[in-house]
């Protein structure tokens, strides 16, 4: 159905809507979105930085050095240095 | 034609249904924009290979732009829902059908590796987001009743047809070569969209006709018109405020990453316990098969029953069975997980425009549903690459096998926290359904509604 009435007043005009508080701010529904994205970015870096520990103890083995005198990637260094358990 | 419809309907006795409707050729064209958009991106396994003897570039450079396209998809799926609301799905598919032809050109002819990622990861991905997001409210949209009958259809042709589409991409790549055979599906599948398109209608008011399953003393919809735009725009303002709105982009995520480490990663898992490369494809054809039966059920269900029910059923059933892989290590076991796994992941992404449908009536559904789409393409891109990932650290399977199953289930336990779906969210919004001659400029009294399913 097409309506093509003169778009009315918005602002402060809201209407009655029963049981729905305008106000309220969706807390469950956006903190459980962001512990999925706070969880996925903790597994990938787990996981990165267990990848990259090995990549650099695979290169200290191949060239016969000690870990630490191995110059990582940017990357592998970042990941290594964001996770706790690496 | 319609007269053939209603002979079918007498002759099977259809009392609350009829095949007599245009929303039934709004879902068939649903069908094949999805079969063309969506084909060449289910094909471009085949694509690899060909790029790598003609170029010299690496499968992990190609593979990029694959990741980049559902990257770029992803990311467009809010906009393209919000355009599909604004102007309208047919103008946002058509939009989609140039770029579509603009990727598929600029793709064919190719021959450094950054046209690769703007043409085929950029211009393409836009494409699929403009053609496949809108599409869905869009058929939403010509059910006033029974949207779970109609998306469940749609749905089966989802599952089949590209699945029938990529058989023939294989024969074409074989025997044209991928540049030609990129220009013959450029050329076809935009002619396809644009003849079908002529027919796409955005809602049944613009077809002079009524939404499927209106009964006589339904009051009409608004559906276009100045106080439909500022109406759904508050309205939108609403929807952001709900928990659902939120929590059903991230269940739609953590459902999209627990069945995508499954469906890329299980060929490899198959062949690396000793199946051979066909004995491993043929179990992902079998939870093609299998899951189009669920496809069509959950929306069904969930109309007639719970969709959180359904829902909740179908993320737990996908989480606790992909634990039957960890002790998988002949044949019989991959094809009785294929079987076993197939029937709750065939019901896990379908019944969501239900749920839109209980949560937020018969608003228009467009940005909302693009924006779920927005964590449904983050998850599979996720999801497709966790594997790989768990096979170069570990040199196994068992870590991929074991998220998989972990995202799915926080997805169930997300679906519990979501609200009943007995009561709209945002009750008693005055403008969306009107009372016949409240509005100005309509021509459309509920004396013209027919019975349920009329036409």
Not at chain 1, 29 to 55: E, H, K
Request: hydrophobic share 50%.
């Amino acid at each position: 159905m097409k309506a093509d009435a003169p778009i009315q007043p918005l602002d402060g005009n809201s209407p009655e809507l029963d049981g729905f508080e305008i106000k309220r701010r969706p807390m469950l529904g956006f903190g459980l979105l962001m512990s999925s994205v706070i969880g996925t970015l903790a597994v990938l870096i787990y996981f990165g930085a267990w990848a990259s520990s090995d990549r650099i103890e695979n290169r200290a083995q191949a060239a016969g050095i000690s870990e630490t005198q191995v110059e990582g990637e940017w990357w592998e260094d970042g990941l290594v240095f964001a996770c706790p358990l690496h | 034609m319609r007269n053939a419809a209603l002979w079918f309907d007498r002759k099977f006795g259809l009392e609350e249904h009829t095949i007599a409707h245009y929303a039934w050729v709004i879902v068939a064209i649903a069908g094949v924009v999805q079969m063309v958009g969506a084909a060449i991106r289910m094909a471009f396994g085949v694509l690899v290979d060909p790029l790598v003897e003609a170029f010299g570039w690496s499968p992990g450079s190609i593979g990029l732009a694959y990741a980049l396209m559902s990257i770029v998809t992803a990311l467009s799926s809010p906009m393209a829902g919000w355009l599909g609301n604004r102007f309208g799905a047919r103008r946002t598919m058509t939009a989609g059908t140039v770029l579509f032809f603009i990727g598929m050109m600029w793709t064919s002819q190719t021959k450094e590796i950054w046209e690769l990622y703007v043409a085929y990861g950029i211009v393409f991905g836009v494409s699929q987001a403009l053609l496949l997001v809108p599409v869905v409210p869009a058929v939403a949209a010509w059910f006033r009743r029974h949207l779970g009958l109609g998306t469940g259809i749609m749905m089966v042709s989802w599952s089949l047809g590209p699945a029938l589409v990529v058989q023939a991409l294989a024969v074409l790549f074989a025997t044209v070569g991928w540049s030609q055979a990129f220009m013959v599906v450029g050329i076809v599948g935009t002619g396809t969209l644009i003849v079908i398109l002529l027919f796409f209608k955005n809602t049944p008011e613009d077809a002079g006709k009524i939404a499927y399953g209106t009964k006589a003393d339904d009051n009409p919809l608004i559906t276009s018109g100045n106080v439909f735009v500022s109406t759904q725009k508050e309205f939108q303002g609403y929807v952001y405020k709900t928990n659902a709105f939120w929590n059903l982009i991230n269940i739609h995520f953590l459902g999209c990453v627990g069945h995508a480490v499954i469906l890329v990663g299980i060929i490899p898992l198959g062949i690396s316990k000793g199946l051979g490369p066909l004995t491993a494809a043929g179990v992902l054809t079998t939870i093609s098969i299998v899951s189009v039966s669920t496809r069509f059920l959950a929306p069904v269900l969930s109309e007639k029953m719970s969709p959180k029910a359904v829902m909740f059923l179908s993320f737990f059933g996908q989480g606790v069975g992909v634990f039957l892989l960890l002790t998988a290590d002949s044949t019989l076991d991959f094809y009785i997980f294929a079987v076993v796994w197939a029937i709750p992941y065939g019901g896990e992404g379908t019944a969501f425009p239900v749920l839109i449908r209980k949560y937020f009536g018969h608003t228009p559904m467009g940005t909302t549903y693009g924006w779920q789409l927005l964590g449904a393409g983050l998850g599979m891109a996720l999801g497709g690459v966790i594997p790989g990932m768990v096979f170069d650290i570990t040199g196994g399977y068992t870590w991929a096998i074991i998220l998989s199953a972990a995202f799915s289930l926080m997805g169930s336990l997300a679906i519990v926290l979501l609200e009943n779906t007995r009561k709209q969210l945002i009750p008693n919004w005055p403008e969306m359904e009107q009372k016949p001659g409240e509005i100005p400029g309509s021509d459309l009294t509920t004396a013209e509604a027919r019975p349920a399913g009329g036409d």
